[in-house]
């Protein structure tokens, strides 16, 4: 059956604005799925602590077919194969950073995948973008729409529309 899913992208190395572009292309090219919205795109500061580049981060709403736990395999092999994502430290630099924030209503929490994002509603990054495309989207655990968490958030951060 056809999920509504939300992913969350990012970037912090090379052309930042290039890889989120080639990232909706790839993420189109999926088996049994679609892109049904974009978000716009966002430059953002990391969060961590780790010294780096700032992020350009953006939100794409996909219909797919795929079972939660393909969706993750078909990203992760997006980031290591399309965009040569290596392992770095906790909170790094990437190259391509591909999350599922939300699939459907779902909530999972496997060793695997947790649906929704664990640190989904203290994110500006993610949820700035999200809004853009569901803001009356409800969070499946907080009872939320995506608009209120973002509204409440005072976790401060740089999140810049470009």
């Not at 209503?105 to 060793?111: F, Q, R, T």
Request: aromatic letters at 6%; one cysteine or more; charged letters at 25%.
């Amino acid at each position: 059956m056809e999920q509504c899913a939300y992913i969350g992208l990012g970037s912090n190395i090379g052309d930042r604005e290039l890889k989120l572009l080639m990232a909706i292309a790839e993420l189109g090219k999926l088996p049994q799925t679609r892109v049904t919205a974009v978000s716009p795109f966002y430059e953002t500061e990391p969060v961590g602590g780790v010294p780096q580049d700032n992020f350009y981060n953006a939100v794409v709403r996909l219909n797919t077919e795929m079972a939660p736990l393909e969706l993750l395999d078909r990203l992760k092999r997006l980031e290591t194969e399309v965009f040569r994502r290596v392992p770095s430290e906790r909170w790094g630099a990437r190259s391509m950073d591909l999350d599922i924030l939300l699939y459907g209503e779902l909530v999972s929490d496997s060793e695997e995948l947790t649906i929704p994002h664990p640190r989904l509603a203290e994110r500006r990054f993610a949820l700035q973008p999200l809004s853009d495309i569901a803001p009356d989207l409800v969070h499946p655990i907080l009872g939320k729409r995506i608009i209120e968490l973002l509204t409440e958030l005072t976790s401060p951060g740089k999140v810049v529309r470009i």
